[in-house]
């Protein structure tokens, strides 16, 4: 099985953390969509006998295309690609796009939900981030509070699998805060939770702020503080934490993202949108106007890197850690060989010691202590390219 993402590169305005590709302008936006279906078109060599199981729309703010132009693009998949019966369909959206859409004001956003299950849509990935204006100010985010109400009580009685995000570790918010906003949401009855710590990339408006006091540093120790009270609330409410940032009801697992984290190949359309068959690591040109020219002559914008056996072991300790299926030690063995399981048990000791990792059984899992620790753990178990 195989998942495709589709990486649509347009937002209303730009959030002040995100360092995702993006444009604030639609101006090519009918161009962006051909471009895509051509992109569709000139890989379906590269899936030859695999089957696709989840379609994601991510971006970007995917709920920016009209509905016609995501139909456009989930026929270029069915016709170029052989998919499952039922695939998982997701689409990333923003409350304001769902309640205010152009096509579909808010008097009608029923029949706006319905037709997105016209076209295939099946589930939502909701861009929430806080239940609180002054959280929603501070990341630029463009809408409001009330907007994010009115589109989860909308969104909730015309789908069921629906997953919304949240962000914790936001300057000034303190732990009860928090537990509000993990409240709210599941006052809601969705099944499905991702949430992320603020984090501060590279020339983001965030980082400029922080740097000239106009906002707080982020704070680490908030931070884990936070992502405490958030296992805890969830875990209690019958979430199951399958993967560090990502808590879902028995049967609600994101198919598209646990397809990532347990190593199955996927395929990446769109300006900047990545690909992995396994022996490759592909990657997009992270520019709309070269995105668009190259696919107009009928040429991929895509550079390939081959992937070593320490890439691979490294990728598969990365993304199995994350998760509660853990890295086995017997596939280690059989797919990297012996002297990784040595290695890899070797640099995991003082980790087993400090009761941040266990072994059960074949596999090696993260503790409860260690979850917030995760990826600087796992960096710790690579092996270097040598």
Known sequence: ???????????????????????????????????????????????????????????????LLTNEELQQIINSVYNNYQVVENPEITLEANPDDLIQSDLSPRAESRGLFESYKEIGINRFSIGIQSFFEQDLKLMNRAHNVQEAKECLSMATSHFDNISIDLIYGIPNASNQQWLENIEMALSYGVPHISCYALTVEPKTTLESFIKKGIVEDVDDEMAQEQFQLLVGKLESEGFVHYELSNFGKPNYFSKNNTAYWQGKHYLGIGPS???????????????????????????????????????CYNEYIMTGLRTIWGVSLTKVEAEFGISYKKYLLKQAERYIDQQLLYLNDDTLLVTANGKFLTDGIASDLFKLNL
């Not at 070269?290 to 056996?309: C, D, H, R, S, V």
Request: hydrophobic content about 35%; charged content about 20%; glycine content about 6%.
């Open 1 to 63: 099985m195989l998942g495709i993402y589709i990486h649509i590169p347009f937002c209303k305005q730009a959030c002040h953390y995100c360092d995702f590709h993006f444009s604030t302008s639609l101006k090519k936006k009918v161009d962006m969509v051909s471009a895509l279906q051509n992109e569709l078109f000139l890989r379906k060599e590269e899936l030859q006998n695999q089957v696709v199981e989840t379609i994601y729309f991510g971006g970007g703010t995917p709920s």
């Open 273 to 311: 949108a990545h690909s992995f068959n396994g022996q490759q690591r592909g990657w997009n040109v992270r520019n709309n106007a070269k995105y668009i020219k190259a696919l107009q002559k009928n040429q991929l914008p895509i550079e390939w890197e081959n992937l070593t056996t320490t890439d």
